[in-house]
């Protein structure tokens, strides 16, 4: 037997080969760069109650929530990048939480997730100064709150 048949079983022996990721190995040197989901997790997204779930009844006539996801979930999320023109642009984020606000209009609207991560996915950084940008911020301030100061 010639030494490249005896490499062919070696490279079998370690186990079927993943594509698209530099065609690493399972358990071979490059296997430590893939998301391992049963340790791993994506960033964080807490959703509303109306983007993850719907109210209906049980058959005994039981008003429940009955739920899409659930957090722990991993889920993909589609937006639109800052470019122009604008791509759809499509992640995979762990859902971490839900939120009610008793809102439906922001219930079934918005997403949280961390603002780093949302400008890097939408091109909201300059590469030439690493400046980040956002295209708005709303606060709400606790009651007495002074926002003049320092």
């Known amino acids: 037997m010639d030494r490249a048949g005896c490499g062919r079983r070696a490279a079998a022996a370690a186990g079927p080969s993943i594509g698209g990721i530099g065609n690493p190995t399972i358990g071979g040197p490059d296997a430590s760069n893939l998301f391992d989901a049963e340790r791993e997790q994506h960033t964080g997204i807490v ?3 109306g983007i993850c779930s719907v109210r209906g ?3 005994d006539g039981e008003v429940v929530d009955f739920y899409y996801v659930r957090p722990g979930d991993d889920i993909q999320v589609g937006l639109l990048s800052a470019g122009s023109p604008p791509r759809i642009l499509s992640e995979k984020f762990t859902l971490v939480d839900i939120y ?3 809102m439906s209009e922001y219930d079934s609207t918005f997403a949280f997730v961390p603002i780093e991560k949302l400008q890097a996915m939408r ?5 030439a100064t690493g400046i980040r940008s956002v295209s708005s911020i709303q606060l709400k301030l606790r009651e007495g709150a002074d926002l003049d100061i320092a």
């Open 100 to 102: 009610e606000s008793k």
């Open 57 to 59: 009844r049980k058959p």
């Open 123 to 127: 091109g909201m950084l300059d590469p």
């Open 47 to 49: 959703l509303g109650m």
